[in-house]
């Protein structure tokens, strides 16, 4: 019998790691058009690294070693930057550039990295249920790579984890932002049930100033349950005719299912110009200091 309840206890344990972590990679970066004609948006660096090396360095101190992306077409780099580049390496090996490369070797020796194409852009709900072969049957974590986020202590992702080792249910990232922003994000409506912690029971994406229910609007960070699967797979088109997964998201909150969590930490939106002008400043200024 206690054996029997120890192993349910590990079964509840490893039944609740997240192991697995999601990069819509395939959206086509028309902000940042011409530098994104023929190049990922996830490729532009700030300082010397690439957006999505952030990403996925952040889901590494989450304790996450699985990175399903994806892809789309022109996408390419992304998929070489993680992997050898036994020319380059052979080229400067021995030189004092090889230390160069030391952190993404690093990244590449520690994870696992699993690839898939969005045919056609269809919106974030439908990019996430495009992942759903690369992530089976398990709760995951979602990364927007323009969404950089920054926390010198404790990233945002492994905050968020956390939460999600107590609570069981999908977490989102949320921060407060100036009224007249909320029409570029989902917002939500929520109760609060602890430090930063709300119960979503409304969201809704991208409403106008009237419609927004609060000024709490949703980043790039999510931790989602295999059941959002389930609800994207006959989930209408939604705000600008596409398949949302705030819309997804919603279903599973009218059930008790979704928390918001004001994260501790910066937030880039280096899907702008403006944003990511703000990121290089700041990471330059940590390099410097
Ligand atoms: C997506 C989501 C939105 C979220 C935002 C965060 O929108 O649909 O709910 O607030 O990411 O960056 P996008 O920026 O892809 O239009």
């Given at each position: 019998m206690a054996i029997t309840e120890k192993l349910k206890k590990i079964f509840m344990k490893e039944g609740k790691k997240i192991n697995k972590c999601l990069f819509?990679?395939?959206?086509?970066?028309?902000?940042f058009l011409p530098a994104t004609k023929a190049m990922p948006k996830e490729m532009l660096p700030i300082l010397n690294k690439p957006l999505i090396q952030y990403g996925v360095e952040e889901a590494l101190e989450a304790g996450i070693t699985n990175m399903a992306i994806v892809t789309g077409r022109g996408k390419r780099a992304i998929e070489d930057h993680f992997d050898i580049s036994y020319e380059l390496e052979s080229q400067i090996k021995g030189t004092d550039k090889e230390s160069l490369l030391t952190d993404i070797r690093n990244v590449i020796n520690r994870c696992v990295f699993t690839y898939t194409r969005q045919?056609?852009?269809?919106?974030l709900g439908h990019a996430v249920l495009t992942g759903k072969p690369l992530i089976g049957n398990e709760p995951f974590a979602v990364i927007l790579a323009d969404d950089l986020c920054h926390n010198e202590e404790k990233g945002i992702l492994k905050q968020m984890v956390e939460i999600y080792e107590k609570y069981g249910v999908c977490v989102v990232a949320v921060q407060e932002v100036e009224?007249?922003?909320?029409?570029k994000y989902g917002v939500i409506k929520g109760e609060k049930v602890d430090d930063n912690l709300y119960r979503v029971d409304f969201m809704v994406e991208k409403p106008s100033v009237e419609e927004a229910?609060?000024?709490l609007a949703v980043i790039g960070r999510y931790i989602l349950i295999p059941e959002i699967f389930d609800i994207l797979e006959t989930l209408p088109p939604g705000k600008n005719g596409e398949i949302q997964l705030t819309d997804a998201l919603l279903e599973l909150a009218k059930q008790g299912k979704v928390l918001a969590y004001r994260f501790e930490g910066k937030r880039f939106d280096c899907g702008s110009v403006a944003g990511f002008v703000e990121a290089t400043n700041f990471f330059f200024e940590r390099m410097k200091s």
């Amino acid at each position: 019998m206690a054996i029997t309840e120890k192993l349910k206890k590990i079964f509840m344990k490893e039944g609740k790691k997240i192991n697995k972590c999601l990069f819509p990679a395939a959206g086509y970066g028309t902000r940042f058009l011409p530098a994104t004609k023929a190049m990922p948006k996830e490729m532009l660096p700030i300082l010397n690294k690439p957006l999505i090396q952030y990403g996925v360095e952040e889901a590494l101190e989450a304790g996450i070693t699985n990175m399903a992306i994806v892809t789309g077409r022109g996408k390419r780099a992304i998929e070489d930057h993680f992997d050898i580049s036994y020319e380059l390496e052979s080229q400067i090996k021995g030189t004092d550039k090889e230390s160069l490369l030391t952190d993404i070797r690093n990244v590449i020796n520690r994870c696992v990295f699993t690839y898939t194409r969005q045919i056609e852009m269809k919106g974030l709900g439908h990019a996430v249920l495009t992942g759903k072969p690369l992530i089976g049957n398990e709760p995951f974590a979602v990364i927007l790579a323009d969404d950089l986020c920054h926390n010198e202590e404790k990233g945002i992702l492994k905050q968020m984890v956390e939460i999600y080792e107590k609570y069981g249910v999908c977490v989102v990232a949320v921060q407060e932002v100036e009224r007249e922003e909320v029409s570029k994000y989902g917002v939500i409506k929520g109760e609060k049930v602890d430090d930063n912690l709300y119960r979503v029971d409304f969201m809704v994406e991208k409403p106008s100033v009237e419609e927004a229910p609060s000024n709490l609007a949703v980043i790039g960070r999510y931790i989602l349950i295999p059941e959002i699967f389930d609800i994207l797979e006959t989930l209408p088109p939604g705000k600008n005719g596409e398949i949302q997964l705030t819309d997804a998201l919603l279903e599973l909150a009218k059930q008790g299912k979704v928390l918001a969590y004001r994260f501790e930490g910066k937030r880039f939106d280096c899907g702008s110009v403006a944003g990511f002008v703000e990121a290089t400043n700041f990471f330059f200024e940590r390099m410097k200091s």
